[in-house]
């Protein structure tokens, strides 16, 4: 059985043969089982097949607010199950950086404030929401976590 919807799984498929940018690193979120490559950018098909760095957004060795999208329904479809006080890694080739979750937010698709950048390194984890609409979802699960 998996999370993943049907139409998502072939796009996957599909992308297999394409050539992707370098890898960023690893994200991982141990308490839901989820451990996705990131990509120095979220394009439509770097999103078929793992989770990248949204444009304009801070990369892991930088400051501020690094924003990681993902679909709902592939990769990102266990954040339903994220909660606060989970942790969240982030690998990369300059080390690793441990976040904890300590925002859950459900926000209309044109609300960007929580993306704006930050002081304090963040990481933001973006999704569809809800996680089973069908057709283009009208909202985004928002997940923030901070450095430890």
Known sequence: MTLWAPGRIA???ASLTAE???????????????KVPVYQTASALVMDRAA??????A???E????????????YFRV??????????????LEGEKRFTV???HIVDKTDTRLLKDTRDQIVTLVTCYPFYFVGHAPQ????????D
């Not at 954040?79 to 006080?85: I, P, Y």
């Not at 985004?140 to 450095?147: D, E, M, N, Q």
Request: proline share 6%.
């Open 20 to 34: 992707l940018p370098p890898v960023l690193g690893v994200l991982e979120v141990p308490g839901i089982a989820l």
């Open 59 to 61: 990369y892991p060795h």
């Open 79 to 92: 954040l339903k199950d994220v909660e606060v006080g989970d942790s969240v890694v982030l690998q990369t």
């Open 52 to 57: 990248g760095v949204i444009d304009g957004m």
């Open 140 to 147: 985004r699960f928002i997940v923030t976590a901070s450095l």
């Open 102 to 104: 300590d925002e859950i």
């Open 11 to 13: 796009d996957y498929q």
């Open 63 to 74: 400051g501020g607010n690094i924003g990681i999208s993902g679909h709902r329904d592939g």
